[in-house]
């Protein structure tokens, strides 16, 4: 029974690539679990088995998004301060939309379905919101402990880094644009002496 079991896991996982492939080649609108089936060489039946519709493979990329992210901002309240949480994360989640294809490929097809009015979207939207709403607790609590400069709304902190993390997922995804782990860590770097209390500022520009 726990072999069957493993190897149901197995065909799943390779069904939801094959799926991540298809809709990127031929857009999530133009496909159909047929083709998704074909290339993952399964059955009809089997592939119902596992997703019954497309809107059920889209929820299952939102869901293991919200996985990623909410892992993200696990690590970001771990770490020594909430400054050094935001750098480490801009720099992770950039590095591994280069380097993870899976995951790159999951976060296009989220970009590219979150203006469609489908139930699958609006949750997407919903998921968003949640990791939304825990990233601007998690600045407020760095502002209140002089981390990050407290002239700033905890709102627009939030808002400016996820605006440039997905800025730079869409020029990577539209234009071809690749950077450097070098480079990914002066962007990071960029956002940290931004936020930084301006004692601190002030203590580097003195030095």
């Known amino acids: 029974?726990?072999?069957?079991k493993e190897e149901a896991q197995k065909t799943k996982e390779e069904i939801y690539r094959a799926g991540l492939a298809v809709f990127a080649e031929n857009g999530f609108a133009a496909a159909t679990m047929?083709?998704?089936?074909?290339?993952?060489?399964?059955?009809?039946?089997?592939?119902?088995?596992?997703?019954?519709?497309?809107?059920?493979?889209?929820?299952e990329t939102v869901s293991r998004l919200t996985s990623a992210y909410e892992e993200i901002i696990l690590q970001v309240r771990q770490a020594d301060s909430v400054l050094d949480g935001i750098t480490?994360?801009?720099?992770?989640?950039?590095?591994r939309f280069l380097n993870d294809s899976e995951f790159r490929a999951m976060q296009e097809l989220t970009m590219r379905e979150s203006d469609h009015r489908s139930d699958a979207a609006r949750r997407n939207q919903e998921s968003f919101e949640r990791a939304s709403d825990d990233a601007v607790e998690i600045v407020r609590?760095?502002?209140?402990?002089?981390?990050?400069?407290?002239e700033f709304s905890p709102a627009v902190v939030s808002l400016t880094v996820q605006a440039f993390i997905g800025g730079l997922f869409l020029t990577m995804t539209e234009d071809g644009v690749t950077v450097s782990d070098e480079e990914i860590?002066?962007?990071a770097m960029i956002f940290r002496r931004a936020l930084e209390p301006r004692t601190i500022r002030r203590r580097k520009n003195d030095a």
């Open 185 to 187: 860590a002066e962007a």
């Open 88 to 95: 480490a994360a801009i720099q992770r989640l950039v590095h």
């Open 141 to 150: 609590a760095g502002i209140e402990r002089g981390e990050i400069c407290s």
């Open 1 to 4: 029974m726990r072999r069957t």
């Open 34 to 59: 047929q083709d998704v089936a074909k290339r993952a060489g399964v059955t009809r039946g089997a592939i119902y088995w596992h997703y019954r519709t497309k809107q059920a493979f889209y929820e």
